[in-house]
RNA sequence: GCGGAUGUGGCGGAAUGGUAGACGCGCUAGCUUCAGGAGCUAGUGGGCAUUAUGCCCGUGGAGGUUCAAAUCCUCUCAUCCGCACCA
C-alpha cells in the first residue's frame, strides 16, 4: 500500500492540469450556463502570497471548481494589480525600473499561486501595468473626459509629503496616509477630477439590485453620506454679494445668530473690513498650515475664529448678524458656510459659548403630542437645590406604573393671573413646606408634554417652564395639601449625580437646568413668527418654499463623498492621456495614438513642487497638439491606483483584444460578475469606484449591464494564533509556502482555510488545525487505498447508501450557501462513518466503488491534488473535476425508525425509537410504555401533549390532587 | 457621538424555536509498533453521585414570551470594525 506524500503528488498534478488545460473557460458555450467567480487581483509585492490571499483564493476555488463540476462554464480568472506606490518606492530606492520588479514579483507570485492548486484560467491573465491593458485604461479615461465627467481644478489636495504626491480623501486615514503613515498636508495643485459625485444617488439606488451583505450596502451608503437640506441666501450690510450657506434644518432658520465662513471661502477678503484684517489674515494663515491631523485634533479642544467686521442679514428675521471665519468650517463640505445656531447645534453651541454670541431657542421638545382640541394648561417642574449639599429634592410617588407615579421633581399647573415664578414658589411651599428659596435658572424654552396627575389619575397637556432654586434656609412649614395628595409621596434629596426623575420631561428640564444644551432634535417651533407652533418637520418644507420664491433657497442635497482627485504626482502609473495646448486647452490624445507610453526615466523620484519624474522627460513632454499640430506638452500627472481595477474583469472576458476593451459579443455572454469576493479593506473605496466606472460605461452604451457585480462577499480576516495581527514587525506570519514545503502540503493547508471556520469571520490561525486536515486527507487515502476492485459484485448495504446520500445532501447545500467549515466536517463525519461500516462489510462490492468515488468528487474542490489521485488509482477516467457534482436521493435519506426525545414538562426525560412516520397516538403510546417516562407520570396527568415529527413529543402534566 | 458586527467547553467552532457543544484541535487512559509530523479503542462542559447510570446547573448579564429559547422580545455589559467638526 502506497503512503499519501503530497510532496509526490501535488507538483504532478499541477503541470498536468497546466499541460492539458483543463480550467480554460470557453466562450460562447451554448450547453452550459455561464458562471464568473472574480477573486480580488493582488499587488504583486516583493513579498509574495501570504495568508489572507490564501483565504481568499481558496474559498474561490472552491467554489468555481464545485460551479464546474455542477454542469456551468465557470471564469475564474487572475491578473495583476500591477501599478502603485510600493514598487515605485523600490525603485526610487534601488533604481531598479518597475517594470522590471513587476516582472519578478509577478513571476514569483504566479508560481506561488500555481503551487496551491488554484484552478485559475491562466490563458486570460495580464497586468494593469502592460501597455496592452493601460491602453483601454487610458481610452475609457478619454470617455469620461469627453463626456465631461473628468475635469481639472486648483483644489487645496491632500498631500503626501513623503511620496510627494496628491492623494484621494479615501487615502487619508486619520490625516496620515494610509500606505506609508506620513502625515498629511494641505496643498494647492491643479488635479485631475471625476465626477463620482453625480453618480452618488445612483450608487445607493444600485444596491437595491444586488446581493451584497446589509452591513455592506449599509457602510457604502454612509460612505456616500447624503443628507437632504437647503440652501439658504444670507445678504451682506456693506457688500454686494450674498453668503450661501447649506443646512439640514432650514426649521431653524429663526434661530440664525451669526454666519461662520471656512477660513478658505472665496468671500473671506470681501468681508473683512480694515479694521479687522490684520487678525484675520493671521488665522487664515494658520489654519492653511495646520496639517489635517492637527485640524481634527482641535475637534476635542476649542473651536476658534475671528470676526470678520461686517454683518449679514437674516432673511427671516432681517436682523443683522455678525459674519465669522472659523476653521470648523469646512471648506470641502456643501457650501463652506454655516448658519451659525447655537440653540439647535452642539457645534454652533459651544462656538457661541466661547466668543458670547446670543443663542436663540426656536425649537421646543416635545415629549408627547396634544390630542386634536385639546386643552394646554400652563405648568412648571421646579428644581429645588440645597447647594451646602449638593442635592436636589424630589418627590416620591411610588412604583411607577404607566405613565404615573416614580421619582419626579416639584410640578403644577398654574393658577389663574399667577405669573410662572409665583406659581412655582406657590407650588414648591405647598407640597414641601420649604419657604426660603431663590431663583437660580430659568429655561428659555417651553417643554410641551402631557402631564400626568397621580391624584386625579387623568392627563392634561402642559406648557412645562422649568425652574432652579436654591435654598436658602432649612425653615419649612406645615404642607397645605389637599386630601389626594396628603401621604401619596415623599420626600427624599438625592445627590445631584444620582437623581432621575422617571419622567423624560421631567428628566429633560433637570438636565437642561443643571447644563445647558443645544437641543437637536425635532419639536415645535417659536420665535418663528407665522410659523410658531408649526411642528419643525413641517416647517422645514415651509420655509424654503417661502423663501424660494424670492430666489434666497432652494432644496439641495449634499454628500459626504467628494469628486474623486484622479491625479497623482508619481511615475509608476497609467499617463493621462491629455495634450496641453496654449490655444485649445487639454486636448484628448486620439483614440489611435494610445496607449500613450510611460517613458523611461533615470531617476522616478518625483519633483518638490508637486510635478510628476515625467516632467523632466522633454522629449516625451514635448508634442504636438492633436487639433492645430502646434507645439503642446503632455500632461505628466498619471492616474491613481485605483484605475486600473476599476474596469479590470471585463477585460478578462476579451483579454487580447487589440481593437476595443472587450468585444460586445463577449461582454454580454459573460455579462456581470456572478460572485465577486474581496476583501473588507476594498468595499468602500474599490467597490464604489468600480461600480461608478461600470455605471458610466452602461450609460454610454459600452456594457450591458447596470451593475458590474451580483453578488458580493468577503472573506474575514485571518489573524495570528494569539488573536493579533499578523505583522512583519511581529515575526507572527503565517506562510502558505513554508507550510507546502513543510510537508502538509497544499491540500492539508486548502481544507484547514476552509474548515477554519465561517468563511467571512475573523478568526486567529491555529497551526494545530493542519495536523487534522493533514489526518483526515491520510485517512481518505488509506481507505481507498485498502480498496481493491469491485469484485465483491452488488452487494446492497443500505446504510452505505443513506451515509453518502446524507453527505452529498448536506454538502451540496453548504456550499450553496458557502458554509465550506461544516461542509469539510460533513466530509469528515462521512469518511468516520465508512471506517464503522466497512469493518462489517464486503469491502469490494461495487457500491463501495460508487460511495468512493463520489466521497472523492465531494473532497476535489477542497483538496484537488489527493482527488486527482485518488481518482486515477480507482481507474477513473479523464480528470475528477471534470466529472459531474455526485447527485442524491431523498429515498436514501430518510430511515424508517427514528429516535425521539421526550419532554415531560420541558425537560428531556428519555428517548424513544419509533417508526419515522409515527403518528402522535402512536409516538405517545410508546411514551406511556417506557418505564422511564412512567416513572415521571406517577402521580400527574397528562393536560397537553405536543408532538413534532422526527423530534420529540413534549408531555405537559398536572398534578392530580387525591383527596 | 453615529453606523455595523460579535459574545457558546481549555481552543477553533456546530446547532436560527425542538435532545446545546456536530466536526476538528488539545488533553487523559489503554492497545499497537512498516518509530511516522503515525495508527486504533475508550473518555473529555461544570457539579453531585455511582446499584443503575441518574439528578442538578450551564450558551456575556438581568428580565420576559413559550409546552419548549444559544435562537424571539425588552433592558444591560463587554469586545471588535467603519465613519466622525459633514452643518
Known sequence: MRRYNPKDIEPKWQKIWQESGIYRAVDFDPSRPKYVMLTEFPYPSGSGMHIGHMREYTLGDIIARQKRMSGFNVLFPMGYDAFGLPTENYAIKTKIPPQQATEENTKNFQQQLESMGFSFDWSRSFKTSDPDYYKWTQWLFLRFFEAGMAYQEEVAVNWCPFCRTGLANEEVVNGRHERCDTLVEKKLLKQWMLRITDYADRLIDGLADVDYPDWIAQQQINWIGRSKGAEIKFSLETIKEEVSVFTTRPDTLFGATFIALSPEHPLVGEVTTKEQKKVVNAYVREAATKTELERQEAEAKDKTGVFSGSFAINPATGDKIPVWIADYILMGYGTGAIMGVPAHDERDFAFANKYDLPIKYVIEPEFSKAKPNEKTKEAIVAVLRNPKSQEVLMLDWGPRQDSYGGKLFIGGGKEGNEDVLSAARREITEETGYTDFELKAELPFIVHNHFYSNVKKADYYVHIHGLLFDLTSDQQIPTKLDAGEKNKFKLTWMPIGRATAEDAAHQYVFDSLMSPAPYTKEGLMTQSGKYNGLSSTLARDAIVEELSHKGLAKERINYRLRDWIFSRQRYWGEPIPIIHCPKHGPVAVADEDLPVILPSVADYLPSSDGSSPLARVKEWVNTTCPLCHLPAKRETDTMPNWAGSSWYYLRYYDPKNAHEFAAKDKLNYWGAVDLYLGGIEHITLHLL????????????????????????????????????????????????????????????????????????????????????????????????????????????????????????????????????????????????????????????????QWALESLIAMLAPFAPHIAEELYSSLGGEGSIHLQPWPGYDEKFIKSDSITIAVQINGKVRAQLIVPADADQATAQAAAMADPKVQSYLNQAQIIRSIYVKGKLLSLVTQKVVTN
Open 689 to 848: 469606484y468600480s461600480r461608478f466606472w461600470h455605471q458610466f460605461l452602461f450609460d454610454q452604451g459600452l456594457v450591458p449591464t447596470p451593475e458590474p457585480y451580483l453578488a458580493r462577499r468577503s472573506q474575514g480576516i485571518i489573524q495570528a494564533a494569539d488573536g493579533s495581527k499578523m505583522s512583519k514587525s511581529k515575526g507572527n506570519i503565517v506562510d502558505p509556502m513554508e507550510v507546502i514545503e513543510s510537508g502538509y502540503g497544499a491540500d492539508s493547508l486548502r481544507l484547514a482555510v476552509a474548515f477554519l471556520a465561517p468563511y467571512n469571520q475573523t478568526t486567529p490561525w491555529s497551526p494545530e488545525s493542519l495536523g487534522g486536515t493533514y489526518r483526515f486527507l491520510q485517512r481518505v487515502w488509506n481507505l481507498v487505498e485498502e480498496y481493491s476492485a469491485a469484485d465483491g459484485g452488488n452487494i446492497d448495504n443500505l446504510k452505505l447508501k443513506q451515509v453518502m446520500h446524507r453527505t452529498i445532501k448536506k454538502v451540496s447545500e453548504d456550499l450553496l450557501n458557502m458554509g465550506y467549515n461544516t461542509a469539510v466536517a460533513a466530509l469528515m463525519e462521512c469518511v468516520n462513518q465508512l471506517y464503522l461500516i466497512k469493518a462489517k462489510d464486503n469491502f469490494s462490492s461495487s457500491e463501495w
